[in-house]
């Protein structure tokens, strides 16, 4: 798999947790990367995304002001910094990268997933 998700688990609400996207078979600095979550009976959403060039963010509103996207070209790692986290953050979170240079939520954007990582916020 070109990408693989770690980090998820178990945490209270209010507590932290950061996400690691790493890339195998790409060098992802040079793709818009963006998290997805997708919670039982629910669409897959965006959550935060990052563009190539630029470094241009997009958050979705239900998590703005709380998680962060970092990029780190030394380990070929996006990361997820989730904070303030709520029961509803509880999701399997997804990494996945585009060719496009805006970051978007819209998933026909993006070529390569990767197999997700579980996210659970109960005390």
């Known amino acids: 798999l070109p990408l693989v998700e770690s980090g998820g688990g178990l945490v209270e609400p209010g507590g932290s947790l950061t996400l690691s996207c790493t890339a195998s078979e790409l060098v992802i600095q040079y793709y818009t990367t963006t998290w997805f979550r997708q919670a039982p009976g629910k669409e897959r959403e965006g959550v935060l995304g990052?563009?190539?060039?630029?470094?241009?963010?997009i958050a979705a509103d239900s998590v703005s002001g709380r998680f962060l996207i970092s990029r780190h070209s030394a380990t070929n790692t996006v990361l997820l910094e989730m904070n303030s986290l709520k029961p509803e953050d509880s999701a399997v979170y997804y990494c996945?990268?585009?060719?496009?240079?805006?970051?978007?939520?819209?998933?026909?954007?993006?070529?390569?997933w990767g197999q997700g990582t579980q996210v659970t916020v109960s005390s």
């Open positions: 996945a990268v585009s060719l496009h240079n805006n970051p978007s939520f819209a998933i026909s954007d993006y070529a390569y």
């Open positions: 990052i563009s190539a060039v630029g470094g241009r963010k």
